[in-house]
């Protein structure tokens, strides 16, 4: 019996689900792929066909998250008429909000990032495009529009904006302050920042400035070593070309 597209992502968000469950009550190391499968109400062996691994299920609840902020983000009334600020606030927030029932999963999440960095940055390559996805159409809209200058360097400008979300969620994690006060807190004054950096087009800025400084002092201080190293080349090769030739009187 062919199995429908529809039915097989209902099992996928079946097994994120059971792995987020299982894993926050055993933790990562002790949850294991029979249980996570048993929980999910699928046959041990089929789990494999959806995640070969437990870092695929635990980071595929990564790419799921970023799936649901998107569909709650097109849920927000008149969301097109916010302001990139506000706009980016929300995505936060939502972030944060999608996250909520898992909070425990995600402490799990950046324990394991942490402890190998190098194997998560190429895990979280999906949710990371995915979140840069959103973040790209809201800066394109911005743009088009004129409430923020032509922003270069936006491959870099997703990634600072990745890592600025994975910041607040970190902090989150350790927030204890009635209804996470000290996490809004925090969300309000930054954005506030990030903001006004995509207004005034300091990233841009920045690194252009950067860039001029590295070409004109840095390469310009680094010539007087290509001056040295010229005179002692050709002064190798004579002494080399002096070998076959005969000798001087």
């Not at 903001?195 to 950067?210: E, F, N, S, T, W």
Request: a negative charge; glycine letters at 6%.
């Amino acid at each position: 019996m062919k199995i429908s597209e529809q039915e097989k992502a209902r099992t996928r968000i079946r097994l994120l689900e059971a792995a987020v469950d299982v894993i926050v009550e055993k933790g990562y190391k002790s949850a294991s792929m029979r249980e996570i499968a048993q929980r999910a109400n699928v046959g041990d062996a089929t789990i494999y066909n959806y995640f070969p691994s437990k870092e695929k299920l635990l980071y595929g609840y990564c790419e799921e998250v970023q799936r649901r902020v998107r569909v709650a983000l097109m849920d927000v009334e008149n969301f097109h008429q916010f302001s990139i600020g506000e706009q980016l606030q929300q995505l936060v927030e939502t972030e944060l909000q999608t996250w909520l029932p898992a909070r425990e999963f995600l402490q799990e999440v950046f324990e394991l990032t942490f402890s190998s960095p190098v194997a998560a940055y190429e895990h979280l390559k999906e949710a990371r495009k995915l979140n840069a996805e959103m973040v790209l159409d809201l800066l394109d809209a911005a743009m088009e529009v004129g409430e923020i200058p032509p922003q270069p360097y936006q491959d870099l400008l997703t990634r600072l904006l990745w890592d600025y979300q994975s910041a607040i969620l970190a902090y989150w994690l350790k927030d204890d302050s009635e209804g996470f006060a000290n996490t809004t807190r925090l969300v309000d004054q930054s954005m506030e920042i990030v903001a006004g950096v995509l207004q005034a087009g300091l990233v841009g800025k920045l690194l252009d400035l950067i860039s001029f400084i590295f070409r004109t002092h840095v390469i310009g201080r680094l010539q007087p070593l290509g001056d040295l190293r010229g005179p002692l080349g050709r002064a190798k090769r004579h002494f080399m070309g002096d070998k076959d030739e005969p000798k001087r009187s």
